[in-house]
């Protein structure tokens, strides 16, 4: 008389699997699976541990050479993997690790071994699901860059402030240049003489203070943007440079108007900022009907012919 083989329960199976990973807290990969459940077969193991997996009991690592690991998930983990499949959590797990440099198809699927096709299916899902962002490089404009979809991109992946979908704003840079000139103008007609040298300067963080009060801006400027223009401006002669009192690395010098651009009687009246007297400068802005840029009363004034 023969007897019913009986198929082992599912959920008899993850139990044992839970505990498991409860004693080999660094992972179980596929000799521990043979070798504690060698009753099982290996079908019914690895479709309970998706289960788990997509459950968010189980999490999935790959080893630098590529062996698979499963482990108990961190009770305080991310619960936003939760109902992803093993693949997915996989190809997270990898973008995790590059961090914000992100990782091309070609480099996950040469981490993971999995077909390309497989890549591209996991990332499209997650993307769908605001888990990963695609970024594409500065110079590269066909080439796809995937990360986490939190994070922002390094600097060596981003065109930079001064740049637009269409390439370099130079309309951009021309206005900040005004800025920066109209603000240290200000500060040398406020100075008690045209030379005065401490009152008529300006460090970094208070151009950087005025740029961003003056609205042209519709992103924030570090001091290395600020920096940039500086130096731009010092080397057309618009600007100069004196060692600053602070060490700091923003304010380790100061910026004033070149002597060239001073009026030689010291009268700044006949060099009065435009926008002083303006009636719509309240109004002004970069992106509204009344700009800053292609004004033809501030390029004047910028360039001293006003």
């Known amino acids: 008389m023969s007897t019913a083989t009986v198929k082992p329960d599912p959920g008899d199976i993850q139990t044992r699997l839970l505990n498991l ?35 968010g009991k189980l999490e999935v690592l790959q080893t630098a050479n590529r062996e698979l690991l499963w482990r108990l998930r961190d009770a305080s983990a991310d619960r936003r993997l939760d109902g992803l499949d093993t693949k997915e959590v996989m190809v997270y797990e990898q973008l995790r690790a590059f961090g914000n440099k992100g990782a091309s198809a070609q480099q996950l699927q040469s981490r993971s071994a999995m077909p390309q096709r497989e890549i591209g299916k996991c990332l499209n899902s997650l ?4 888990l990963v962002k695609t970024v594409r490089p500065v110079g590269h404009a066909k080439k796809k860059i995937f990360m986490l979809f939190e994070l922002e991109p390094d600097a060596s992946l981003q065109a930079g402030t001064f740049f637009s979908g269409e390439g370099f704003d130079q309309e951009f840079v021309d206005v900040l240049c005004q800025q920066c000139t109209l603000y240290l103008r200000r500060k040398a007609e406020a100075a008690a003489t045209p030379a005065a040298t401490t009152s008529a300067s300006a460090t ?42 602070y ?60």
């Open 204 to 245: 970094l963080e208070e151009v950087q203070q005025f740029i961003g009060q003056s609205r042209v801006s519709t992103v924030a400027l570090s001091l290395d943007d600020i920096r940039r223009v500086l130096r731009a401006l010092t080397l057309e002669g618009v600007v100069e440079t004196r060692p600053g009192p």
């Open 127 to 130: 993307e769908a699901k605001k």
């Open 21 to 55: 990973a409860g004693q080999l807290p660094a992972g179980i990969n596929q000799a521990a699976l043979r070798s504690h459940l060698s009753d099982l077969p290996m079908d019914r193991i690895i479709q309970c541990i998706n289960q788990l997996t997509q459950s």
């Open 247 to 306: 060490a700091g690395a923003g304010s380790s010098c100061l910026y004033r108007l070149a002597r060239s651009q001073l009026p030689a009687s010291g009268d700044f009246g006949a060099v009065r900022v435009p926008c002083v007297s303006c009636p719509v400068a309240p109004d002004c802005r970069i992106g509204g009907e009344i700009s800053p840029i292609g004004c033809v009363y501030l390029t004047d004034w910028a360039k001293g012919q006003f």
